[in-house]
């Protein structure tokens, strides 16, 4: 009768511990949600032709989006297809992002100005091109979907569309992101 209570208590106990850490964890995201969506709306505030588009857990917030009066309507990047695009990746831990809270990009005065030490810049910024597939992290994945040639904005989701619970390189488990873009071309192959 001991072992059974024994083992009953464990299991009880495991179960509320697991409870308790996913409790906190949507606590988490529910806070980087706050913040995006205070970065989204201060981006609106100073931009009246700023756009934003959801598409399941990523935000797609496209800044001067006048271009296709312009230019006439262009392309959408659709999943599987590839983009060329400048990028400056930010890990968001208030309403705003920092050059402190830099992790990735391939803008040599984006760096310079988050005061990196760079010695070799020569493979590390140049115009990147990537195929918009499911081996992106899921927000980038969701988020570049629909962007158009000459775009520039932003792609924000919480540590549930990022790595989740691991961490990568400089960038912490759990981690909301954001990543900033200009779109220079993409290609439907």
Avoid at 98 to 122: C, G, H, P, R
Avoid at 140 to 169: C, I, K, P, S, W
């Amino acid at each position: 009768m001991k072992r059974s209570t024994l083992i009953l208590s464990s299991l009880l106990a495991l179960g509320m511990a697991v409870a308790c850490v996913k409790q906190s964890l949507q606590t988490t995201y529910d806070k980087q949600t706050s913040y995006i969506d205070n970065f989204v709306a201060t981006q609106m505030k100073a931009d009246t032709n700023a756009t934003l588009t959801r598409n399941g857990g990523s935000y797609r917030l496209t800044m001067a989006d006048t271009l296709d009066r312009v230019l006439g309507p262009r392309d959408s990047l659709k999943a599987g297809h590839r983009v060329a695009l400048w990028y400056a990746c930010f890990t968001l831990t208030g309403n705003s992002i920092s050059t402190s809270n830099l992790v990735a990009t391939n803008v040599i005065e984006v760096a310079e100005m988050a005061k990196w030490k760079l010695t070799d810049s020569t493979n590390i910024f140049h115009l990147d091109t990537i195929r918009v597939d499911k081996k992106l992290v899921e927000g980038l994945y969701l988020g570049l979907q629909g962007v158009q040639q000459f775009d520039h904005g932003y792609v924000l989701f919480t540590g549930e569309y990022g790595f989740g619970n691991m961490a990568r390189g400089t960038i912490p488990a759990r981690s909301a992101l954001v990543y900033q873009y200009v779109i220079d071309e993409i290609f439907d192959d």
